[in-house]
Nanobody
Framework: QVQLMESGGGLVQVGGSLRLSCVAS????????MGWYRQAPGKQRELVAV???????RYADSVQGRFTISRDNAKNTVYLQMNSLKPEDTSVYYC???????????WGEGTLVSVSS
């Protein structure tokens, strides 16, 4: 089992910044994929960004150039630095952990990010 604990959400004005953190604990594989997804009311959960344990990243087109995903393998922690936030970034952000691409994901409980105009 893997447990994920997110933090860092909140209310921010348009153009502002937030940093999300997610700590993984439990049966963590040394090689894994961690990332962030988001889900707005009435919409499907969508990929924001993912990062492998060796640092390869992938971003949604909508956040490319504004968001940066990073990780600290020693702390089993993944971060999402969000800059130039827009109202459409308002969502619940979920941390994910997978032993590999394509395997079933573990999810955190989510943290709300609200961007006011």
């Amino acid at each position: 089992q893997v447990q994920l604990m997110e933090s860092g959400g909140g209310l921010v004005q348009v153009g502002g910044s937030l940093r999300l953190s997610c700590v993984a604990s439990g049966s963590i594989f040394r090689i894994n994929v961690m990332g962030w997804y988001r889900q707005a009311p009435g919409k499907q959960r969508e990929l924001v960004a993912v990062i492998t344990s060796d640092g390869n990243t992938r971003y949604a087109d909508s956040v490319q150039g504004r968001f940066t995903i990073s990780r600290d393998n020693a702390k089993n922690t993944v971060y999402l630095q969000m800059n130039s936030l827009k109202p459409e970034d308002t969502s619940v952000y979920y941390c994910s952990y997978r032993p590999s691409y394509g395997s079933a994901a573990y999810w955190g409980e989510g943290t709300l990010v609200s961007v006011s105009s």
